[in-house]
């Protein structure tokens, strides 16, 4: 099972990404996004990682939303290949209408507003660990296939903007009915609350990741390859293991899960 | 009274640049667009009975300007821009805590009590070959300057 790590001029978080998918047993290359476009058919399933895709300009993921490599990726995801976005990545999916999906763009990815007891307590870049709940069933996603409803994930985030808003007011039912809401920033014990810094971006319904209708394609804010390992947990976390540098943390669920559905589906 | 400052870079600016390739490479607009710059625009409400509105935008620019990088354009109540290019003004339609931000700095830090209110755009400045220029400019603010569900713009003429 080979997969494509999508590089895009500014992505910083490749890498790292890499070794995620791998320490789950997936094999893959990083790929650059001026290569041909139609080499991605060679790959099982596809990560936009994290970074600052194009120095953010006109707004966090709009620029490589145009380029062909994506036009080649959304013909990959009609072929029911997974994709996973992750911070930019998946501002890059929203921007280029892959998530949630449903036809244009439907939501936007704003600037962060804090928000605690009905007043603004701070804007934009906040970086700091955070618990997720998964809201969908298990095998909704192809990125979480393998969580049950209810289960709870620890990772990081680090962005100015991932505030999910809309102008549809119909879009949070759509959303909600058909379990495209995939996870939900909630507190250690699982509980979400519209507060900082439980909700800790001011995003609609405390959303953190969302899914196509299919499944398939899931973005999310927080970065599961920070968290794939073990050691990467904060010293607080009574998961932390610092002697085995391979134990597995919590983040590496979400790539088990690509694994997996790779399996199943027979991408 | 409105004060507005039309703020450009003088420095190259590399986010016009990748906003006018992405344009003319990667959708279609090659043969249409011939040019494209950009402009932060600062309207600043202020009391009417302020004496002196050009000194008062003077000092608002010293505050909101980098004069090592950027030249401004101060005007009172209405904007005019030149011929030649379709002016687009792209704003949030959501809350803009820059602008607030801003607003509650110059009140309260620096000392302009007569400032009622800061809202902050961007316009950006289409050269377009086309028999409806309005019309083009219409549809690549919708095709990308803007994502609708925090954005709005308009054609400013």
Redesign the interface.
Known sequence: MKIAVVQFPGTNCEHETLVAARSAGLSGEIFRWNRPAEELSDFDGYIIPGGFSYQDRLRAGAIASKEPVMDALREEAERGKPIIGICNGFQILVESGLLPGLGGVNVALAQNVMVSKGEIVRRGFYCAWTTLRHEAPSERCSGSFLLDKGDLVRMPLAHAEGNLVTADEKLMERLNEENQVVFRYCDERGRVEDEFPVNINGSRESIAGICNPEGNVLGLMPHPERSSFAWQLPPTDSGKCAGDMNAAGPGRRIFESMKRYIEVRGC | MLINLRVWLKIPD??AV??KN?LRR??GYESVLEELGKERLWSIEVDDSVQDPGDLARRLARELVNENKESYLASVDSVEFEDGYVPVRVG????D?EAI?TQNRLRNRLGFDMVRGVERSVVWKLALKSPEPEKTAEEIAER??I?????FYEIMT
């Open positions: 590399a986010e990748t906003v992405t990667r959708m949030l339609s959501i809350e805590g931000s990308l300057l994502n609708p569900h925090k954005d």
